[in-house]
């Protein structure tokens, strides 16, 4: 919950009000990114980063960041192959509650005030336990577990934008009500989304600032999701808005706050970057071989944001990167699902009301029990057992109330599999759970014709795990709380008709610089598709031995193609997948063709993931 306000804060609050904020902002010339700092400042080596400005003018502040990003809902412990972050079991709302109230305490002791922020991602992409009641769950318990203020990140806007506007104001799902019988009161906390623009009123959506007083001195909030956001979500639900340049957006919004005093700022960003090896197992804190869009954006920020909350890459990192001045400003970065926290000390001038100094390290949300060993209690392999002593009584009650409500569905056994069968890729950008989603939806739309499936791999959202037992079951089998943490979008599954150039053009779109493709995402695809690609090839010549069944794809003949409605929309940007006809929709969603597949007959098998060949 957010503290009482003083007058002071309160009237540094109405910064965040989009009726004053049309008012100034008419006022403010456009920001352009300052001249960036010399490529060769290196990122602070390893953990815990630590960065020290000017020396006090005055008496310090002493204040206390704690933030997260990327929970997407995962309400419950992350189970399977993510169910451990460097081999300690994390995760899960009831813990992270404690280990927030821990550090809060621990901070208060140090005579520090805290403040909880996230980085986006809060909602979407979620479990069933949240996903069936329209994310509500989360909303509500951040809420109780002390959020105050944070950016929103592309996952919000899964459903639109009127969805996510719903989610911070309350008030019933205009189709399904209010399915837990008592109403929905919406966000306490402070969603900010400063460049999410409303293309009729050319204003955010959301508040773009938020401010808090620490002992007296302001300090400012500044929250933006990524610029990228329209080519990752389903393009029918943000028709109204436009997203604009993260760096632009921050330095506007923090020159308007320098303006009325404030000079200590941190930007909310969901925006990342991610570690690489060595080591093998980089550190939670550490900043390793770190590259990543979230360097540029640093590089061209105002030096008053002395920290960066990021995000997005669902990576762990602890880094100071230069800013447009060339000075150090911390980056951070908890993973994902809430199974880290970033722990922020930080001190203020008194009287300048400047950064001068922040220490910030990742803390582990253990939820497990220690054998004498140090290892971790496992009640079957790979199931780690929980720590009832970790678990915060009151965020416990309200999860609780929706695994009751969700549990009868979540629950029920909908199939099985021979073994464990992972979305992680192989060199050839194909997973096993890949293949074996794309021959679900290729067996579901069989009806219209269907001979080609494919999948994006960011659809593919957990591993299914042989020996996981959410509900009971046995060993093997499936639940459809299961295969909904696998495929939690509910999009709609789709059949167009493509020749066999046009096809061969999709594929080509799955590599940058064709056709206004920025990222490389292999697609995942059927049995009885197959073709090698030249990642070091020419845009438009990188895919090559292009077959059906062993027989090479025709450029004239056509072909029915089954994909998601997200990337018949052109979503990720496939603006190829868009060019389709006879566009026919499956009954259902794509998770019905996953639970289809898996009750057909006999155990499911992973994919060979071997339908695809690198060749460079």
């Known amino acids: 919950m957010s503290q009482p306000r003083s007058r002071g804060r309160a009237v540094l609050r109405h910064l965040a009000a989009p009726a004053l904020a049309l008012a100034v902002?008419?006022?403010l010339p456009a920001a352009t990114r300052p001249a960036p700092a010399p490529a060769a400042d290196p990122p602070?080596?390893?953990?815990?980063?630590?960065v020290s400005y000017a020396t006090p003018l005055g008496g310090e502040v002493k204040g206390n960041f704690l933030s997260y990003n990327d929970f997407h809902g995962a309400i419950d412990p992350p189970t399977g192959s993510g169910a451990a972050v460097n081999g300690t079991p994390a995760g899960g709302v009831e813990y992270l509650a404690t280990w927030l109230k821990k550090?809060?305490?621990?901070?208060?002791?140090?005579?520090?005030?805290s403040t909880t922020v996230g980085a986006g991602d809060l909602v979407g992409a979620s479990p069933l336990v949240s996903a069936a009641f329209h994310d509500e769950p989360t909303i509500e318990l951040m809420d109780e577990i002390g959020l105050q203020v944070s950016s929103v990140g592309n996952h919000e806007f899964d459903?639109?934008?009127?969805?996510l506007l719903r989610l911070n104001k309350g008030g019933c799902h205009p189709v399904d009500g209010?399915?837990?019988?008592?109403?929905?009161a919406g966000a306490k906390f402070n969603y900010l989304a400063a460049n999410t623009i409303n293309k009729k009123t050319g204003l955010p959506i959301l508040p773009p600032v938020d401010v808090k007083l620490v002992g007296g001195v302001p300090v400012g909030f500044v929250g933006v999701t990524l610029e990228g956001t329209p080519g990752i979500v389903n393009p029918a639900g943000i028709t109204s808005v436009t997203f604009a340049d993260e760096v632009e957006t921050a330095n506007k919004w923090g020159g308007l706050l320098k303006l009325f005093g404030v000079k200590a700022m941190v930007l909310l960003v969901h925006e990342g970057g991610a570690q690489s090896p060595p080591p093998s197992t980089p550190g939670v804190s550490d900043c390793a071989n770190f590259s990543g869009p979230i360097v540029d954006i640093v590089r061209g920020l105002r030096p008053e944001f002395g920290l960066v909350v990021s995000g997005h890459t669902h990576r762990f990192y602890s880094c100071s990167l230069p800013n447009s001045a060339g000075q150090q400003s911390v980056v951070t970065s908890a993973g994902t699902n809430g199974q880290l926290i970033t722990d922020v000390d930080y001190s203020l001038d008194r009287r300048s009301g400047r950064f001068t100094g922040i220490t910030a390290r990742n803390v582990v949300v253990e939820n497990g029990v220690r054998n004498a060993d140090g290892t971790w209690q496992q009640s079957t392999p790979g199931v780690f057992v929980r720590n009832p002593a970790l678990v915060d009584a009151r965020a416990k009650a309200l999860a609780d109330k929706?695994?009751?409500?969700v549990a009868p569905i979540a629950n029920r056994v909908v199939g099985r599999i021979s073994a464990d069968i992972v979305r992680d890729v192989r060199p050839n950008g194909e997973s096993p759970l890949g293949d074996v989603i794309a021959d679900a939806q290729l067996a579901y739309t069989q009806g219209e014709g269907a001979?080609?499936?494919?999948?994006?791999p960011g659809g593919v959202r957990a591993s299914l795990s042989y020996g996981a037992s959410t509900g009971g079951e046995a060993p093997g089998e499936v639940t459809y709380g299961e295969t909904f943490s696998v495929q939690p979008f509910n999009n709609l599954v789709v059949t167009q008709t493509f020749t066999g150039a046009q096809l061969k053009n999709v594929l080509e779109q799955q590599f940058p610089g064709f056709n206004g493709q920025t990222s490389q995402r292999i697609l995942q695809v059927s049995a009885g598709l197959t073709y090698s690609y030249d990642s070091t090839a020419p845009a438009g010549s990188r895919v090559s031995a292009l077959a059906l069944n062993g027989t090479p794809v025709d450029p004239a003949a056509s072909y029915r193609v089954t994909t998601n409605d997200f990337l018949a929309n052109g979503g990720d940007s496939f603006t190829e997948l868009a060019g389709g006809t006879g566009r026919t929709t499956a009954?259902?969603?794509d998770v019905d063709a996953l639970v289809s597949y898996l009750s057909a007959g006999a155990p499911v098998a992973p994919g060979t993931a071997d339908r695809i060949t690198r060749l460079g």
């Open 103 to 113: 550090l809060r305490t621990e901070a208060k002791a140090e005579g520090r005030t």
């Open 402 to 405: 929706y695994r009751a409500a």
């Open 159 to 163: 459903e639109g934008v009127n969805e």
């Open 451 to 456: 001979q080609i499936a494919l999948m994006n």
């Open 44 to 50: 602070a080596a390893l953990a815990p980063v630590s």
């Open 178 to 184: 209010c399915a837990d019988g008592d109403g929905f």
């Open 25 to 27: 902002v008419a006022t």
């Open 587 to 589: 009954p259902g969603f």
